[in-house]
């Protein structure tokens, strides 16, 4: 049968239109890593009185040459705050809603509810669903390529979030309910057929009985993606979203022998070993897109999504982040603060979307910002919108992208956790300009590490800007700030509609302002 005159020069015309629609749109990739923090690399976020790069000892003993040659490229945020654990963060990536509004406030156990003892009983442990308004779910039905490789963590087991395809990605690769992989090495098929077979990573059966390490598997599957959806000049959103650098701490050998001189513990040798195969896995993705002639035209977000996992001290400490306090988990900077390098993977000003969007190079952005803001940014880069009903917490980085302060953006971040046994547990956190203020809804309730995070207390405040490593608590010698700072938390946590942890008795525990 002939195709009519007619219906030919109509799918001519479809086509025609998509391809248009993919030159007025770049290429985006959010390149995230698990359990990453700001110290965890080679490329200084810290600075000195002066705004200018500081560096500190962890700066010396971790390698990561391509977060280097990209922030190079662009700009970095050196106080950009993520949730303090992976699934509200992943969550917010996909939402642009604070954690404390999805109510997805705790990592998602794949198997079975994990409020905690008085947790919130009525959080969000089915995480996302069908149907919810995800970034790729907008990006998708506006011309993207929706890529999903490695971590999901989005939903639990037998749930539909469990299944990326189900929240807005045309591809998944490696992604499902859980977090941690059940093993890094291709030798042991990645925990299939292993004790951790519950953690087996899906998808990659053709690495199984090599030595292919996992961070390796998933950046050679995420080229083969980049390199198929190039060829049909569609735009990308690709989701790249690594295992590494989370527990179970194991060694990748390809750079092993650079930390085994260093001191330090088996572990946090391993653990620097997956940092710097992470950052190989980031290079040869710009690699790449340079290869397919694609990287002027790709803009690239590269971040973790909690505070440091680094087993170098306690995790109130500071230690794992030093200088920072505290590590993922934890209510201090050091469990919040991530690194954030916004960059166009190959600089060139000539570039229609680089002029559009002129990212500085080699520059450093003080001013407040998270992980709510993505959504936000990537939507007015792709120039889409998301649907009127949706609520969106983070508001776009456009101008802080530019390297130029935002006089109309609140230096402001809300970290809701209404669970334990953790870390740190039943905390809120309020930043509000240079003031932070932690509350602690069962101050005596102990972590998994059995130690009191709060000597028993309710109140921590302290300013950032006079005590940025979080050594002095104010609250008692600056009542009047500590109110303020109060009723911004209380009054943050009620615009979100949060959930709250619950006393014995099942009753509400709501954070109370301080009686003098």
Same mark, same amino acid.
């Given at each position: ?12 015309? =479809? ?6 629609? /993919? ?17 965890? @690399? ?10 200018q790069p500081q560096r500190y000892p962890l700066n010396d003993y971790y390698r990561t040459p391509n977060m280097e040659r990209l922030a190079r490229g662009g700009i970095r945020f050196n106080q950009f705050y993520a949730m303090s654990v992976c699934s509200p963060t992943r969550v917010s990536i996909m939402t642009g809603q604070n954690a404390a509004r999805h ?22 442990? /089915?995480?996302?669903?069908? $149907? ?42 490696a992604g499902a309910a859980f977090g941690a992989p059940g093993s890094y090495y291709g030798e042991k098929g990645y925990g299939h057929g292993t004790k951790r077979a519950h953690h087996a990573v899906p998808h990659l059966d053709k690495y199984h009985g090599t030595d292919t390490f996992l961070t390796e598997a998933l950046t050679l599957e995420a080229k083969q ?6 060829? @049909? ?8 979203? +690594?295992? /590494?650098?989370?527990?179970? #701490? ?10 085994? !001189? ?12 997956? =940092? ?12 790449? #897109?340079?290869?397919?002639? =694609?990287?002027?035209? *790709?803009?690239?977000? #590269? ?23 505290g590590k993922k988990g934890a209510h201090y900077e050091g469990g919040m603060r991530v690194p954030l390098i916004a960059a166009w993977a190959k600089p060139n000003p000539e570039n229609g979307w680089q002029n559009r969007l002129p990212i500085p190079e080699n520059t450093i952005q003080p001013q407040v910002a998270s992980v709510v803001d993505l959504m936000p *940014? ?16 983070? +508001? ?51 972590? *998994?590490?059995? !130690?009191?995070?709060?000597? $028993? ?40 509609? /949060? ?18």
């Amino acid at each position: 049968m002939k195709t009519p005159l007619a219906l030919i020069i109509l799918l001519a015309l =479809i086509l025609q239109d998509s391809l248009s629609m /993919a030159a007025e749109q770049p290429n985006i990739v959010v390149f995230l890593v698990d359990d990453m923090g700001m110290m965890d @690399t080679s490329l200084p976020f810290l600075t000195d009185a002066e705004g200018q790069p500081q560096r500190y000892p962890l700066n010396d003993y971790y390698r990561t040459p391509n977060m280097e040659r990209l922030a190079r490229g662009g700009i970095r945020f050196n106080q950009f705050y993520a949730m303090s654990v992976c699934s509200p963060t992943r969550v917010s990536i996909m939402t642009g809603q604070n954690a404390a509004r999805h109510r997805v406030t705790n990592w998602i156990n794949p198997l079975q509810d994990n409020a905690g003892k008085n947790g919130a009983p009525d959080w969000n442990w /089915a995480g996302l669903k069908k $149907g919810d308004v995800t970034l790729p779910g907008i990006l998708s039905r506006g011309g993207y390529r929706t890529i999903h490789v490695g971590k999901a963590h989005f939903g639990p087991e037998q749930h539909e979030g469990a299944e990326p395809l189900n929240l807005g990605f045309d591809v998944n690769v490696a992604g499902a309910a859980f977090g941690a992989p059940g093993s890094y090495y291709g030798e042991k098929g990645y925990g299939h057929g292993t004790k951790r077979a519950h953690h087996a990573v899906p998808h990659l059966d053709k690495y199984h009985g090599t030595d292919t390490f996992l961070t390796e598997a998933l950046t050679l599957e995420a080229k083969q993606q980049v390199a198929k959806v190039v060829e @049909t000049g569609q735009p990308f959103y690709l989701y790249f979203s +690594h295992y /590494a650098v989370h527990a179970p #701490f194991e060694s990748d050998p390809r750079f092993a022998d650079h930390y085994k !001189d260093s001191g330090k513990p088996a572990n946090a040798q391993a653990f620097a070993t997956l =940092i710097e195969g992470m950052d190989k896995s980031l290079g040869d993705m710009l690699d790449q #897109f340079d290869e397919l002639g =694609i990287a002027e035209n *790709t803009l690239v977000f #590269f971040l973790g999504d909690n505070g440091s996992d680094a087993p170098l001290g306690h995790q109130h400490a500071v230690a794992c982040a030093e200088p920072l306090r505290g590590k993922k988990g934890a209510h201090y900077e050091g469990g919040m603060r991530v690194p954030l390098i916004a960059a166009w993977a190959k600089p060139n000003p000539e570039n229609g979307w680089q002029n559009r969007l002129p990212i500085p190079e080699n520059t450093i952005q003080p001013q407040v910002a998270s992980v709510v803001d993505l959504m936000p *940014t990537i939507l007015d880069v792709a120039d889409l919108d998301a649907p009127s009903g949706h609520t969106l917490d983070g +508001h776009s980085l456009q101008t802080l992208l530019l390297g130029q302060p935002d006089e109309q953006r609140q230096e402001q971040f809300l970290m809701h956790y209404p669970h334990g046994p953790h870390r740190s547990n039943y905390f809120t956190t309020w930043r509000d300009g240079d003031w932070k203020v932690i509350y602690h809804a069962l101050p005596e309730d102990s972590t *998994t590490t059995d !130690d009191l995070r709060s000597s $028993g207390i309710h109140y921590e405040l302290f300013n950032l800007r006079d005590d940025p490593f979080e050594s002095t608590n104010l609250a008692e010698s600056k009542p009047q700030e500590l109110e303020r700072m109060m009723k911004g938390l209380i009054g943050a946590l009620k615009d979100h509609h /949060a959930v709250y942890p619950v006393d014995d008795q099942g009753t509400e525990l709501r954070p109370q302002l301080p009686h003098h």
